[in-house]
């Protein structure tokens, strides 16, 4: 599970608990002018991930980078059903794939933080 936070000028992403841990990653911090727009998606975690590198990949949990294609990916996901794509530009990852409690409400709340930086 993952904890976002928006402030007036980032998105801001904590992993909760051990996938802190299993994602190498504390926190991931990115300018809203960087965020493209969310999207709740529940079928994103039948897609390819791609090789990982560093993080945890055990059926029914992705942690970590995934590198497919040339390009990175964050996944942090533990649950088939809600998750949230952040689509980014000019980061590190073109994407991150997150398990939220609500992702249509964050779907909501980013984009029009989004769109409201850009």
Do not use: C
Request: hydrophobic share 40%; net charge negative.
């Amino acid at each position: 599970m993952n904890e976002i936070t928006l402030t007036a000028e980032e998105l801001v992403v904590e992993p909760r608990g051990l996938d802190k841990l299993w994602s190498f990653t504390r926190e991931l911090r990115i300018p809203l002018t960087h965020v493209r727009g969310a999207t709740a998606d529940p079928g994103v975690v039948d897609e390819p991930r791609g090789i990982r590198a560093p993080g945890l990949a055990v059926p029914g949990k992705y942690a970590g980078t995934f590198h497919r294609g040339g390009e990175a990916t964050f996944w942090n996901v533990s649950d088939p059903r809600d998750n949230l794509v952040v689509e980014l530009r000019d980061e590190k990852y073109v994407r991150l794939v997150l398990t939220v409690a609500d992702p249509t409400g964050e779907e909501r709340r980013i984009n029009a933080a989004a769109q409201g930086a850009n």
